[in-house]
C-alpha cells in the first residue's frame, strides 16, 4: 500500500489533532509522522502521548532562524503539512519546499474574520459582536500571508441569538471534527468522502 504521511502543526489543545489521529488509526492509508508544537505546555503534546504519535516541541529560533524545522520537514518528506490550531505564520522557505501541500483550518468564513490576530476565539468574539446569523470553518491551502491562500473547502452553522462566544466556538469544533479529516482523506487519497 502506498500510504501517505502528514504531519500535524499545532499549538493548543490539540482536539482536531487527536480528532484527525482517531479518524486514521483505522485507516492505514493515511499515517501520521510527527506533530510538531511551538508551545513546550500545550495540551497537544499530553494527546499526542496518550495516542503514541511522535509529539516535539521547537522554539522560534529554530523556526525562523534556522533551518531546523525545514530539514526534520524535509527528511520527513510528507505528503501533506496540516495546520491544526497552529498560531505562528508558515516562513516563506517552508511555504516554498512544499508547493500546495499545507493546509489550515480557519474557524470562520473566510475572507470574513481572517488576518493576524484573528484566531481561536477572538474570531468568534467578533462573529457574535457583529451578531451574525451564520458561521463555519475554511479549509484552505496556504500561502505567504495569513488565511488568503486558496479556498479548499468550507462548511457553514447557524448562530442563534443566545449562543455566546463558547458556544459558538464549541458548535465550529464539531464541524471542524466532521470535516477536516474527511477532507484530508480526500485531499491525499482522491477518493470522495461523504
Ligand atoms: C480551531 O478552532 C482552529 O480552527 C483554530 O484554532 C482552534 C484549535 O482548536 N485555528 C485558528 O484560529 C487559526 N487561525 P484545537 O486546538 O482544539 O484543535
Known sequence: MNTKKIILLASGSGSNVENIARYFQDRPE?????????KKDARVLDRCDTLSVNGL????TS????????DILKALNPDLIVLAGFL???????????????????????????????????????????????????????????????????????????????????????LEHEHFPKVIE???TGRAVD
Open 30 to 38: 493515511v499515517s501520521i509522522s510527527a506533530v510538531l508544537s511551538n
Open 57 to 60: 516541541f521547537f522554539n522560534k
Open 63 to 70: 523556526f525562523y532562524n534556522t533551518d531546523c524545522i525545514l
Open 88 to 174: 505562528w505564520k508558515i516562513p516563506e522557505k517552508i511555504i516554498l519546499a512544499f508547493p500546495n501541500r499545507i493546509i489550515n483550518i480557519h474557524p470562520a468564513l473566510l475572507p470574513k474574520y481572517g488576518g493576524k490576530g484573528m484566531y481561536g476565539n477572538k474570531v468568534h468574539q467578533a462573529v457574535k459582536a457583529n451578531g451574525d446569523a451564520e458561521t463555519g470553518i475554511t479549509i484552505h491551502y496556504v500561502n505567504e500571508n495569513y488565511d488568503e491562500g486558496a479556498i479548499i473547502h468550507q462548511a457553514k452553522i447557524e448562530i442563534s441569538a443566545d449562543d455566546d462566544a463558547a458556544q459558538i466556538a464549541e458548535k465550529i469544533h464539531v
Open 186 to 188: 480526500k485531499l491525499l
